[in-house]
């Protein structure tokens, strides 16, 4: 079945370094692919997004490429900060459900 | 614009009992979806409502139900409480039927604690 496989954490890094969160995915037909966001106490936000192979989706110098000859969508920031720890979570939709990773918990320190 | 609210923020019951949960849509959106979230699992679907039809279901027993109201508003119910189903529960609005290119737009959750 459809599925999102993404890489466990926790990951801590510091402010400035480089940032690289796997994720594959399993699926039939054309799925749109997603990274959102969640900061302790909230909901997940939508962090960026693709929709087809190939699609470069960015946000807040976050980007993420659709890999469809390898089933990817790895998270990558060149230089994160404080404000970046959070949980992300790697996701797709077939377009009746969205599917989730199981989520990386990112603690960037000073 | 307010964005989706649900209540209760927290809630603690004992195994055995029922409750319900609320969620508020964006206002305009009409699908409301529900999702478990416990950690390792990740986020687990439970289902989507789409003008007030349950539209489709993920993998849970029939303990968990919902329902969806003319004003979008939804609930979930679960009832004869097990301590795995302690959780966070999340509920996720967007403007028309989950598609491949639409967007979900979260609430805070329910953090539930069964004991």
């Known amino acids: 079945g459809d599925s999102v496989t993404q890489m466990e954490g926790p990951v801590t890094l510091s402010e400035e370094a480089f940032l690289t969160i796997n994720c594959t995915y399993t699926a039939t037909g054309y799925p749109s692919l997603f990274w959102y966001v969640q900061y302790p106490g909230e909901g997940l936000q939508l962090l960026l997004k693709a929709t087809k192979a190939d699609d470069k989706g960015s946000n807040k110098g976050f980007e993420a490429t659709y890999r469809k000859e390898t089933t990817s969508f790895h998270l990558e920031k060149g230089s994160v900060q404080v404000s970046d720890s959070a949980v992300y979570f790697c996701a797709l939709s077939t377009g009746n459900q969205f599917y989730f990773g199981t989520g990386t918990s990112l603690t960037v320190i000073p | 614009k307010a964005g989706v609210t649900q209540t209760p923020r927290y809630l603690i019951k004992t195994r055995g009992q029922q409750v319900t949960l609320s969620c508020s849509p964006i206002s305009g959106h009409r699908s409301v979806s529900w999702y478990q979230q416990t950690p390792g699992q990740g986020l687990q679907f439970l289902f989507e409502y789409f003008s007030e039809t349950q539209r489709n279901k993920g993998n849970f027993p029939g303990r968990f139900s919902g329902r969806q109201f003319s004003n979008s508003r939804s609930e979930m119910n679960v009832s004869t409480l097990e301590l795995g189903d302690s959780a966070l529960y999340l509920c996720?609005?967007?403007?028309?039927?989950?598609?491949?290119?639409?967007?979900?737009?979260f609430g805070s959750g329910t953090q539930l604690s069964v004991l």
């Open positions: 996720a609005s967007s403007l028309g039927r989950t598609a491949t290119n639409e967007k979900l737009f």
